[in-house]
């Protein structure tokens, strides 16, 4: 059966692939819609976050349980019947959520009704509209989908009249990203505070100040890239990376990679940074929380896996580059527009499948840090590393560069 | 031309509703008793105000207010009210007549200010050439432009805000640290405390 569990992923990349190819670059022209308004960016966010982020939070939750419980040798939730349809146990997420629906909300006599109510949102808020700068796919091109482009054509079609397979294409790119994420530290502290009890206030205040401390890590780790490739918007890197393996992130920021990924797992709040919930010491910031409210946070988390994902992928592996495919596949002229699109999004988004079970590996291999040795692995470790990796990169990149004196 | 007209319309919209936004966020920061309460309102008026800065075609601007104002500054504001976690009452507060005496003062003084502000800037707004009309290079208020700007004409107020910033951080560090007593100078171990001291 395990062939399935790459079959049945590929399949539906594919299927949604070429719904996006479609929908962007036959059916809202068709219509007389105009792919750079604000309904067409509508349009692509309800498809990213409808289409792929939503559903792929939901089965993560499942694949969750049954990676970890492959990982210590047993079964896990491996049915959920509707009907006869087992299906290998996927509508426990289904299941899940009418539970929490359904569940009695309960709010604390003593709690900030108001700020009770605002810690969900503030968690689950940030992670959504971060998706606004991700590119999934180079673009398509209006009324030419059968015909066979060059990447300068593209580029040019792009720049006139095509839609990006991205919401928005800002200048500022990955600041727009690291700007909102860094609002999503509320939603924990908020949930703290405002639950009024004790345990959820200690998950608080470690959510904060853990948050607080690898946000800088994030942002330090990740300037080396800014540099190699020379600018911050996220599809401009995607472009930059080329189609050769050597010019990924992965290889010509290593050191990068590695730190961004960690300092982003903490920002994740998941083992072995999961000390804000420490269900053995402090049960979490969201102790008092029950029922949707609850689902909120833990959607959260599992959007920001994706999220984090998504970002690594499209820094650091490519984005939807498929080494050797260019605009019109991989001879000159082999393959039609629609198929090229289809194919970006197929390898943006295994790439993005790839890297959150690599998550939910490191999720349930490594043991929980201590708060201390999480601050001393922060502060003087991750920190002082990414310093170096920027003045490393710095001094490679003016020397080789042309241009750059 | 129906397009600009269109974009005139949103920029209008959005431009009260940020209004609404910072005005209605300071407000609140400034009447609530609660403090959590305050320190999220004063987050809405700074994302109210990046929203602004990206209508002025400053992005970078934008990015960073949010960023380091509602991100950081404010978190780290939020951090210390729940450690501290005061009271709502506020027992320094000047009450009877010589607190309203006092407020009423000080709102007589806001009103002047505001009024010479708002009739000075309309003076200068009816001016022929106050202000510039046509839109922004393309790039203006980017990285790359702010980027420049900070590293060429401004470099040295730039390099002196981060000797000034390096200064502040040695300083927090000095202060925070935990004082190492020197080990005194005889050989004995310490006597153990006596029992029952309080």
Redesign the interface.
């Known amino acids: 059966m395990g062939w399935l569990a790459i079959l049945i992923p590929l399949v539906v990349f594919v299927v949604l692939g070429f719904v996006a190819t479609l929908l962007f670059g036959w059916l809202i022209p068709a219509l007389g819609g105009d792919l750079h308004s604000w309904y067409a960016a509508l349009l692509k966010a309800a498809f990213i976050l409808l289409g792929f982020v939503m559903p792929l939070a939901g089965v993560l939750t499942w694949m969750e349980r049954r990676q970890s419980a492959m990982m210590q040798d047993r079964l896990g939730p491996n049915r959920a019947n509707v009907g006869p349809v087992r299906a290998f146990g996927l509508m426990h997420f289904v299941a899940d959520a009418l539970k929490m629906l359904f569940k009695e909300d309960f709010v604390p006599a003593n709690a900030n009704k108001l700020l009770f109510a605002l810690g969900p949102v503030m968690a689950i808020a940030p992670v959504l509209i971060t998706f606004a700068v991700v590119p999934w796919g180079s673009g398509v091109c209006a009324g030419h989908l059968t015909d066979r482009l060059t990447d300068g054509q593209l580029a040019q079609c792009l720049d006139t009249g095509g839609g990006r397979f991205q919401v928005v294409h800002l200048e500022i790119g990955l600041l727009f990203y690291f700007a909102i994420a860094s609002l999503a530290v509320y939603g924990a502290t908020l949930a703290g505070w405002a639950s009024y009890n004790k345990w959820s206030l200690l998950g608080g205040l470690r959510a904060s100040s853990q948050m607080m401390s690898y946000e800088v890590t994030m942002g330090l780790a990740i300037l080396g890239a800014f540099l190699v490739y020379g600018s911050l918007e996220p599809a401009t890197i995607v472009q930059a990376q080329g189609d050769s393996i050597l010019h990924w992130g992965v290889v010509t920021q290593p050191l990068g990679f590695v730190l961004f990924f960690t300092a982003a797992i903490a920002e994740t709040k998941r083992t072995p940074f999961d000390i804000p919930e420490g269900e053995s010491e402090v049960i979490g910031y969201f102790v008092e929380y029950s029922g949707m409210r609850f689902g909120m946070f833990y959607l959260a988390e599992f959007m920001e896996v994706i999220f984090t994902s998504a970002i690594v992928a499209t820094v650091f592996f490519g984005g939807w580059q498929i080494p050797g495919l260019h605009a019109d596949g991989f001879v000159a002229g082999q393959m039609p527009h629609w198929l090229v699109c289809t194919l970006q999004f197929v390898a943006w988004a295994v790439k993005v499948f790839v890297l959150c079970w690599f998550q939910l590996m490191i999720r349930w291999t490594m043991p929980r840090f201590r708060p201390d040795q999480l601050m001393r692995l922060g502060w003087k470790q991750l920190l002082p590393a990414s310093l170096a990796n920027i003045l490393i990169t710095a001094g490679v990149v003016l020397a080789l560069m042309p241009g750059a004196k | 031309m129906p397009a600009a007209a269109e974009g005139h319309l949103?920029q209008t919209i959005v431009f009260w509703v940020c209004t609404a936004v910072v005005l209605g966020g300071a407000l609140l920061t400034i009447t609530r008793r609660?403090t959590?309460?305050a320190a999220?309102s004063l987050?809405a008026t700074f994302f109210g105000l990046?929203a602004m800065f990206t209508l002025l075609s400053a992005?970078?601007l934008?990015?960073?207010q949010?960023?380091v104002y509602?991100?950081?500054i404010m978190?780290?504001f939020?951090?210390v009210v729940?450690?501290l976690n005061r009271d709502e009452r506020e027992p320094w507060a000047l009450r009877g007549i010589v607190g309203k005496a006092l407020g009423i003062g000080a709102l007589g003084y806001l009103t002047l200010l505001g009024g010479t502000f708002l009739l000075g800037a309309s003076a200068l707004l009816t001016k022929q050439g106050a202000y510039h009309t046509e839109a922004p290079k393309p790039?203006w208020g980017?990285?790359a432009d702010v980027g420049n700007a900070l590293f060429t004409t401004y470099l040295f107020p730039f390099e002196a805000i981060s000797l000034l910033l390096l200064v502040a951080v040695i300083g927090a560090v000095v202060v925070a640290r935990t004082v190492k007593h020197a080990p005194p100078a005889s050989q004995e171990p310490p006597t153990p405390p006596a029992h029952g001291e309080h």
């Open positions: 949103g609660n959590v309460v999220m987050v990046a992005q970078f934008a990015a960073i949010v960023l509602a991100g950081a978190t780290l939020v951090f729940m450690v790039g980017g990285v």
